[in-house]
């Protein structure tokens, strides 16, 4: 059974660099059927695509976040990351990570973790 | 960007009524890739649909989709209480994936 599961800082500093790992079980991240992506969401608010990435190399950003964020793929730990650089607090949300289908639909999620931006 | 807008915003009805969401795309959507996802509170959201109209595995028969071009339809045929959640539509198109705002289906 497929599983993903987010790790990282539950608070961030204004101006700092929000990272995210995303662990990934019952399947590797290098085959090339699948993407591997981020959502956000903020409290009580709607979800947010971050940006996809996949073993061939291509990686996807939300225009609104490109200039900020960076996708990686570590195959040899079997997880992905999500780096977001001069966060505020816009930026709090629960963060989720997701697989990405032929079809772009999402059909695996993490949990999803909260992440304040708070001095 | 493709904007999708869902409608209602909110969703009031009794267990056993009948569902009917709307998301409606600013310009038109290949079906193939256009979801539905319900989220309950304190979950991650789950993929109920895909390419419009396929269920997800294990989704149970009185959910379905349908839609075409810039207008698709998320209905449940008859509202158990655990139905009760916001459900999202998401597009994909020029490598870009954007989701509706939200509609909440709440108990009447």
């Known amino acids: 059974q497929l599983q993903l599961q987010e790790s990282g800082p539950g608070l961030v500093k204004p101006s700092e660099t929000l990272s995210l790992t995303c662990t990934v079980s019952g399947d590797s991240i290098s085959s090339s059927s699948y993407s591997w992506g981020w959502i956000r969401q903020p409290p009580g608010q709607g979800l947010e695509w971050i940006g996809n990435?996949?073993?061939?190399?291509?990686?996807y950003y939300n225009p609104s976040l490109r200039s900020r964020a960076t996708l990686s793929l570590d195959t040899s730990k079997n997880h992905f990351s999500l780096k977001l650089t001069s966060v505020t607090a816009a930026d709090t949300a629960v963060y989720y990570c997701?697989?990405?289908?032929?079809?772009?639909?999402?059909?695996?999620w993490g949990q999803g973790s909260l992440v304040t931006v708070s001095s | 960007e493709i904007v999708l807008t869902q409608s209602p915003g909110t969703l009031s009805l009794s267990p056993g009524e009948r569902a009917t969401l709307s998301c409606r795309a600013s310009?038109?959507?290949?079906?193939?890739?256009l979801a539905w996802y319900q989220q309950k509170p304190g979950q991650p959201p789950r993929l109920l649909i895909y390419s419009a109209s396929s269920r997800a595995a294990g989704v149970p028969d009185r959910f379905s989709g349908r839609g075409s071009g810039t207008d698709f339809t998320l209905t449940i045929s008859r509202l158990e209480p655990e139905d009760f959640a916001v459900y999202y539509c998401?597009?994909?198109?020029?490598?870009?994936?954007?989701f509706g705002q939200g509609t909440k289906l709440e108990i009447k």
């Open positions: 997701a697989r990405s289908g032929s079809y772009a639909f999402l059909d695996y």
């Open positions: 998401q597009q994909f198109s020029n490598s870009l994936h954007t």
């Open positions: 990435s996949s073993y061939s190399g291509s990686t």
């Open positions: 310009q038109g959507v290949n079906p193939s890739y």
